[in-house]
């Protein structure tokens, strides 16, 4: 119980609770096993459970009209996902998959009600969380109408370098994500052949150079000095 505590405190939604109350929560939260290519849930399924990453990775997607997957977002350690629909039945609105062997924690969505219920400081953290998530997809979705994809890739990647990156020297950053070309390029809604010339484009420049798969070194700082040339 001790090493949840440790793990559940290292949450941002919970570092400030007593020991007491990370014993409520702990009491409530449940481990989950689940191997790669294997969904936690789907899409327009009633939402039944919150989950945290303890290890892997999961991807968020949802179908269009005509079946294509769009990627909504990548998760990592410590994420919190779905954001929405407390105090609220409604269904996932998008669909959630392991792209790696994933540990995850979670709660019943009627205990972590409960939790937000008498903790509003956590209500309100996870207020700034949510508003930090419309803000990221209102930021993409104006890149989608107002910037090219030259622009739109780099953007990606350094999202990517936010989120996924490890520093390996001064000079580059370490991007491990497990997905294919196919799925960056629905990362920003375009297609295959054109990100893949685009990176092409940026590794001459030796500004994003793939390594093996699902694994990139990038440039922060000459990512951003291009974007600035060309905006």
């Known amino acids: 119980m001790e090493n949840k505590h440790e793990w559940i ?65 990548l998760l990592h350690e410590g994420d919190m996902f779905p954001h929405v629909g407390f105090f609220h039945k409604i269904h996932y ?11 995850l924690m979670y709660i019943h969505l009627l205990d972590f009600e409960n939790v937000l219920m008498q903790h509003p400081n956590i209500a309100i953290k996870l207020y700034g969380i949510m508003s930090k998530e419309i803000l990221d997809l209102q930021d993409r979705l104006e890149e989608q109408m107002l910037s090219n994809v030259y622009i739109q890739v780099i953007n990606l990647f350094l999202r990517l370098g936010r989120s ?53 070194l990038i ?6 000095k291009e974007k600035g040339q060309i905006e």
């Open 9 to 73: 405190r290292q949450i941002a939604l919970f570092q400030d609770l007593s020991n007491e109350d990370l014993s409520v929560i702990a009491s409530a939260i449940r481990t989950k096993h689940v191997q790669k290519g294997t969904h936690v849930f789907y899409q327009h399924e009633q939402q039944a459970a919150v989950y945290f990453i303890k290890e892997g990775q999961v991807k968020i997607y949802r179908d269009d009209i005509n079946g294509k997957e769009q990627i909504v977002s």
């Open 93 to 103: 609105p998008a669909n959630s998959i392991a792209i790696v062997p994933t540990t």
């Open 164 to 216: 996924h990156g490890k520093w390996v020297d001064d000079k580059y950053m370490l991007v491990s994500i497990p997905l294919s070309i196919r799925d960056l390029a629905s990362m920003i809604g375009t297609t295959r052949e054109t990100i893949s010339r685009t990176i092409h484009q940026l590794k001459e420049k030796n500004i994003v150079i793939p390594q093996t798969k699902g694994k990139y």
């Open 219 to 224: 440039d922060v700082f000459q990512l951003e």
